[in-house]
């Protein structure tokens, strides 16, 4: 008898656990962001990007990127320099954020921010550093198995979803809202697609390009990562009013303090709750064809709105 995977099971091992596959993917990535920055001369730069690279974070995109080329029929070992990337570009993104000429935090992943214990000049040159890294990472530490064309095609989305064009973008029309009250949803919008669904689509994109999806794979993909960025957005200004700081890691009930216009100030929070979920569903139809192999990226899609920090 030929026995298949569930047969040695119970029912609850049987079906997906999300807590421990998260838990085993944050553990891997961890490692993997551990070993790529040893200290080196000279130290306090290196000291200073693995301060804030290392301090803890959910790890939510380099797990979508690695979840994404399982699903397509790749391996982790094919996406892990480009997860690495993403989690060193998102930092560095998080760095520059706190810094006083931006939002001006003093905490981040429940520890001091990087400006208030190397100061602003070495935080700039952390995120710089970081930004540098997570390329010639991706460039380098791929595995050569990989199709050169393909890792050309990340290089190419990764800088395209973190300048003017991404992050970059989102982050300047967002300062330039700042203190107005009369925000329209379609600024909001633009935003939060630049600032945050940019780099989650490219997580999950480039995860795909590496284990070789079709352009009708990238599409859906595409369009999952889109609805679960705008989601993962709406429930970050929801936790910015329900959480602590504790529980955030960063100081709570900025948003409503600095009167910026959020989801939930422009529907309230029950209504912002259920858009979320609504994205979620619509995120988790783009990927039906993908049947049981979909099974962790439509469980991460409910823990984006499911989390309390
Ligand atoms: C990328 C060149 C370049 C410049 C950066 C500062 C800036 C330009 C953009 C700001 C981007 C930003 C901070 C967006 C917010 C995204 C967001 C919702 C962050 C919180 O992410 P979590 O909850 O945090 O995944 P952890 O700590 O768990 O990783």
């Known amino acids: 008898m030929v026995a298949t995977d569930n047969v040695y099971k119970t029912p609850e091992e049987a ?6 596959y998260l838990k085993q993917r944050q553990k891997l990535c961890d490692t993997a962001l551990d070993q790529a920055i040893p200290i080196i001369y000279p130290e306090k730069i290196y000291e200073a990007m693995r301060y804030s690279l290392l301090a803890g974070g959910k790890r939510v995109r380099p797990i979508l990127c690695l979840a994404t080329c399982e699903m397509i029929g790749g391996t982790i070992e094919m996406a892990m320099p480009t997860a690495c990337a993403v989690e060193m570009i998102h930092t560095m993104s998080l760095i520059h954020d706190d810094l006083p000429a931006m939002d001006n935090d003093d905490y981040r992943r429940g520890k001091l921010t990087n400006h208030k214990v190397y100061g602003d000049d070495v935080a700039i040159l952390a995120g710089d550093g970081l930004l540098a890294l997570a390329f010639e990472f991706v460039a380098t530490q791929t595995p050569q198995t990989v199709d050169r064309a393909r890792v050309l095609q990340v290089v190419a989305r990764l800088g395209k979803a973190l300048g003017a064009a991404g992050l970059v973008g989102g982050q300047v029309v967002d300062l330039e809202s700042e203190g107005k009250s009369d925000i329209c949803l379609e600024t909001l919008n633009f935003i939060h ?6 780099l989650l689509e490219a997580c999950v994109v480039c995860g795909g390009i590496l284990a070789g999806a079709s352009s009708e ?16 957005q709406i429930i970050d200004d ?8 504790e529980q955030l890691g960063k100081t709570a009930g900025k948003d409503q303090r600095a009167k910026k216009v959020t989801y939930p100030s422009l529907w309230g929070l029950e209504e912002s709750r259920l858009k979320a979920q609504e994205l979620v569903k619509a995120a988790c139809a783009e990927l039906e064809p993908f049947k049981e192999r979909a099974k962790p990226m439509v469980a991460i899609a409910h ?4 989390r309390n920090h």
Do not use: C, E, P
Not at 15 to 20: I, K, P, R, S, W
Not at 225 to 232: R, S, Y
Not at 303 to 306: G, P, R, V
């Open 217 to 232: 794979d990238v599409q859906r993909l595409t369009r999952y990562a889109q609805n679960i960025g705008l989601a993962f």
């Open 303 to 306: 823990f984006i709105t499911s």
């Open 193 to 198: 697609k630049h600032k945050t669904a940019a």
């Open 15 to 20: 079906t997906f656990n999300l807590a421990v």
């Open 238 to 245: 929801i936790l910015d009013v329900t959480a602590t700081q």
